[in-house]
């Protein structure tokens, strides 16, 4: 299914299909993406969702967002993976923003099922609301990746809950060189945010 430049929702949305493609859409309304089959779906960006929206990866493909071209999200987003492959958002692009709360669950039961943000060398992810993290699949890879090559600003709070039973179950920050994450605590008196700290890893 190839959603495409130009295209507007102003309905509700509930979409699965074998293979899924965005690139330059206007959601105006909730909407629900789940691509269920095989085949790897590379998103372009450019896509604006304005409502509530779910991300999910039943399938044996990898699905991902934001691939050369930013995506921008002003409503809470979740995204799923409970397939037998990875999820990405920012996947390699600049200026990637989640103007609400975002909430991630992993949990998938193959072999190697991982979610990534900011995963390209060039990727930034921005973060304005809260971030719940939860892994808690039985795939014998089965890991988070906040910033693999990229980097991400967290501007709100950050839960992790590693509760996978995998093997290899982890949640990583930062995994790879100069990748960089930026954490902000929000004073409520000045309407402002500061720096909590800094992550960058540099070997």
Request: proline share 1%; with cysteine.
């Amino acid at each position: 299914m190839y959603l495409e430049n130009g295209t507007v929702f102003n309905g509700r949305l509930n979409l699965e299909a074998p293979q899924i493609f965005c690139s330059g859409v206007q959601f105006n309304a909730p909407v629900s993406l789940n691509k269920t089959g095989a085949g790897n779906n590379y998103s372009s960006g450019n896509n604006t969702f304005n409502d509530t929206t779910e991300l999910i990866n039943s399938g044996t493909g990898l699905f991902a967002f934001g691939n050369v071209n930013a995506d921008i999200f002003n409503a809470p987003l979740t995204l799923i993976n409970q397939g037998n492959n990875h999820l990405f958002l920012a996947y390699n692009s600049l200026g990637n923003q989640i103007n609400d709360k975002l909430t991630i669950i992993n949990q998938a039961n193959s072999t190697n099922n991982n979610i990534y943000l900011a995963y390209g060398s060039n990727s930034q992810l921005n973060i304005v609301g809260k971030t719940t993290v939860i892994n808690q699949g039985n795939a014998a890879n089965n890991s988070l990746y906040l910033g693999l090559f990229g980097s991400i600003v967290f501007n709100d709070d950050l839960s992790l809950d590693n509760s996978g039973t995998g093997n290899n179950s982890a949640i990583y920050l930062n995994d790879r060189t100069n990748s960089i994450n930026n954490y902000f605590q929000r004073n409520e008196k000045r309407n402002n945010y500061m720096q909590i700290f800094k992550l960058q890893k540099r070997y």
